[in-house]
């Protein structure tokens, strides 16, 4: 048995290796962050010399030089504001067809020219910056501030995304942290953060719900908590709906109520940023109280505005309801109703609206529990997970996956392979096959979302596959798998199994491909679901249409020969109908136009038989024949 | 190695939804990628084949849907890959019928009734699947399964159609 060892009394003992490797757990926000760490199970975010856990996530890059991240960025953007950033987070992995989702919201100088085929760029401080090396700066203010508090390196660290964050945005968030020298041990969902910080803290057994409703996102989760394991059964949000949508609503307006009393403005970033941060001093002002108002002026033009809580609340009444039906949509995807709820947990700064308290505690019938602090619940969270991740906590955390994967097929449908709410990390592989005679190559193109059609949903990465011997249609098997690995990433890799051909991708993101914005996929994929399978049966109808159509000319290219010169004739005009119920948006059009195809050709279909079989015969003596009928 | 082995239960159609939830945490409870942080990558990636493998019998077995057609699989009963036509003139009978009930639904409640409905026939379905199990009756099985295969994707569905509604009425 070894000896424990004791120090000289003031003598600062070596650290042991384990305290060496301290990990801290950090809340990457929209509009705050935090950094906390765990020992021996008790949770603490750390604060900076004025006692504050918040940073704001604002990132500065003042004409004097150097960066300034948090409350002296925050003071800054007032007077120079084309050089300071806030809600960067809205842009993580975002290209420019996403743009929309947050145009208008935020005041955003984008880098002319990028994010067609990469991420969207800023232009901050007369520098085009990636929102990787702008949330660099965020992690690198919260390491410093962690390693100030606990005097040790800090190199390690668990970080969380919004559960409802796509392939793109997690693997940005990993790059950031990497950028600021922080080794990820995982990335944890928030609400699933939120439950381990309650869990842990409250020892609560059974099925609970966490309300998520930040700066910029909204996550709803269900979780099932018992004996140390927190199982996700379902999660779903919006990752573009949040406080600063409410900040919006409020700016917008005072804006329009200058204009009515006719102040001519130049709205410019300058304006927004001041009409911005006024309003979100309005917003909060009025968690406490019935009314409030405040003074804008620009452009040497004052005014002053006023905004009761009942007028507020009805400008920010659809955003709630949208956050309910989200949960709705979440409760039944686990097969829960709101009463199978024993608790609702409330994170995020935005939860402190009392509608928002109002209308969650009605939907689920019970009050929400709110006695940690929703800022710092996620970081408390993270940093438990980080500690059980080091030191080997029996703690055991199932998370899911918030969209399904899948593929596209002919005719720019989704095969769904990974359904959303699958438990990770997870491997699911699906066979594909060839759809013309001879095709070498496979186009393998990887979507994330709920929507049946490819257009609808999130494009993640295309690639091709290779080097198929010709075959047949319909005869090359490919097959195509999807790793979801523990922090939510995907793997795609192909292989076409009669051949041993094999191709493998790591999913890197294909920015501003897609039409809609991811946070509308679930939402949208019930709402357009009756739409959705309308759409799909016509393009299948098109799709069997077609490769009909393939078969037929190759056959007639073939054995023309058999058709009498106006069997021929008649079989091209039902080729040709056919060919414009295709191009029509009739899906009854199509099956009679294919049908009565099927039908005309039947009788070229035989004669081809016959020949095969007298082909097939020829040469052969009556003996081979018999040995054969005896096989 | 299937998926009723790889949690250690025996290969039935009526599995203990609790029993199987334990056998689930405590092989994740080994194998889970969490608990492999720091170690080799050789070791990580086989951990996070295992946990893979747990979350997808894990997944198969939870739904009585999902676990009968697998089990029937492994008694060499293929059913054909989802959105293939119908080939049993009954169910599409039933289909036709109820689709058109559905589309004519008008209200919420309407709506309700029939997934309702649908719940008690999938309900029925399955208790009496366990029979032509017993029975080995490979036929009535794979109809079986594809009736609520069918009745799963109605709820779905009816799902969608409320959501609309619901919409509408807001």
């Not at chain 1, 608790?343 to 009392?354: A, K």
Request: proline fraction near 4%; include cysteine; charge should be negative.
């Amino acid at each position: 048995m070894s000896l424990l060892e004791i120090h000289e009394p003031g003598e600062t003992p070596l650290p042991h290796a384990g305290e060496a490797s301290l990990a801290v757990g950090i809340d990457l926000g929209t509009t705050n962050s935090v950094v906390a760490i765990a020992r021996e199970g008790v949770p603490a975010a750390l604060h900076d010399e004025t006692g504050k856990a918040l940073v704001p996530s604002v990132v500065a890059y003042p004409d004097a030089g150097g960066v300034l991240v948090g409350e002296e960025a925050r003071l800054l953007m007032a007077r120079e504001p084309r050089n300071a950033v806030a809600s960067i987070k809205r842009l993580m992995g975002r290209g420019a067809a996403d743009l929309h989702a947050v145009a208008g919201i935020l005041p955003y100088e984008i880098e002319p020219g990028s994010g067609r085929t990469d991420m969207v760029k800023l232009r901050i401080g007369g520098k085009a910056r990636s929102p990787v090396e702008i949330s660099a700066e965020i992690l690198k203010a919260l390491r410093a501030r962690a390693e100030a508090a606990l005097d040790k390196p800090i190199e390690r660290a668990v970080i969380t995304v919004p559960a409802y964050f796509d392939d793109a945005a997690r693997t940005a968030t990993r790059d950031a942290a990497r950028v600021a020298g922080l080794e990820v041990l995982r990335l944890v969902n928030e609400p699933t953060a939120a439950a381990l910080a309650y869990g842990l803290d409250k020892g609560s057994e059974g099925l609970y719900a966490v309300y998520d409703l930040g700066g910029g996102t909204f996550d709803f989760s269900l979780l099932r908590l018992e004996k140390g394991v927190f199982q996700v059964l379902a999660t779903g949000g919006d990752a573009a709906l949040g406080g600063d949508d409410f900040d919006r609503a409020i700016a917008e307006r005072m804006l329009a109520e200058r204009k009515k009393d006719g102040i001519a403005d130049q709205v410019d970033e300058a304006a927004v940023k001041a009409a911005l941060a006024l309003a979100r001093h309005m917003k909060e002002q009025l968690s406490d109280r019935d009314q409030t108002s405040g003074r804008l002026e620009f452009a040497g033009a004052p005014s002053f505005h006023a905004l009761t809580r009942s007028d507020f609340e009805a400008m920010i009444a659809a955003h709630i309801e949208r956050t309910l039906d989200i949960a709705a949509n979440v409760l039944a995807d686990a097969g829960m109703t709101a009463p199978d709820v024993q608790g609702v947990v409330l994170v995020g700064g935005s939860t402190r609206l009392p509608l928002v308290r109002a209308k969650v505690a009605g939907m689920i019938g019970k009050p929400a529990l709110t006695d940690i602090d929703p800022d710092e619940v996620v970081a408390l969270g993270a940093a438990l997970q980080a500690e059980a991740l080091t030191g080997g906590g029996d703690t055991l955390l199932l998370d899911v996956t918030p969209l399904s994967l899948g593929l596209e097929t002919m005719g720019g449908i989704v095969e769904k392979v990974v359904p959303r709410n699958t438990p990770i990390p997870v491997q699911l592989a699906q066979d594909f096959t060839t759809y013309q005679d001879g095709q070498t190559a496979m186009a393998i193109h990887v979507v994330q979302g709920e929507r049946e059609m490819v257009a609808d949903c999130r494009s993640l990465a295309r690639f091709e596959l290779s080097g198929i011997p010709p075959m047949t249609a319909g005869a090359a098997r490919i097959r195509v798998s999807f790793a979801v690995d523990a922090d939510g990433l995907l793997a795609v890799s192909a292989e076409e199994r009669t051949t041993g051909i094999a191709q493998r991708i790591e999913v890197k993101p294909s920015y501003g491909l897609s039409h809609d914005d991811m946070a509308d996929m679930l939402y949208d994929s019930l709402e357009n679901a009756e739409a959705d399978v309308t759409q799909r049966l016509l393009v299948e109808a098109r799709v069997e249409a077609r490769r009909n159509l393939l078969a037929l000319e190759a056959a007639l290219a073939k054995d023309g020969s058999l058709l009498a010169a106006d069997e021929r004739v008649a079989l091209d005009a039902a080729r040709a109908e056919l060919e414009i119920a295709i191009a029509g948006e009739n899906r009854d059009a199509i099956n009679a136009a294919a049908e009565a195809l099927e039908g005309m050709s039947k009788p070229f279909a035989e004669r081809r038989m016959d020949r095969g079989i007298r082909e097939a015969l020829a040469g052969m003596s009556v003996g081979d024949l018999e040995s054969r009928v005896g096989e | 190695m299937d998926h009723f082995a790889r949690l250690g239960l025996p290969a039935a159609l009526e599995l203990d939804g609790a029993a199987l939830d334990r056998a689930y945490f405590t092989a994740q409870r080994q194998w889970h990628p969490d608990r492999f942080v720091g170690r080799p990558a050789e070791e990580r990636a086989q951990a996070s084949t295992e946990a893979a493998g747990l979350n997808d019998a894990y997944r198969t077995l939870k739904d009585p849907l999902s676990r009968a057609v697998y089990l029937a699989g492994l008694n060499g009963i293929d059913l054909p890959g989802d959105g293939k036509t119908i080939d049993d003139p009954d169910l599409l009978m039933e289909a036709m019928e109820t689709r058109e009930e559905l589309h004519e639904a008008a209200t919420t409640d309407a709506v309700d009734a029939l997934a309702a409905r649908s719940r008690d026939e999938m309900t029925k379905a399955l208790a009496g699947l366990g029979t032509l199990f017993l029975r080995h009756d490979k036929a009535a099985i794979r109809k079986a399964l594809l009736r609520l295969r069918y009745l799963d994707k109605f709820a779905e569905e009816a799902r969608a159609r409320r959501t609309n509604l619901h919409r509408e009425k807001a």
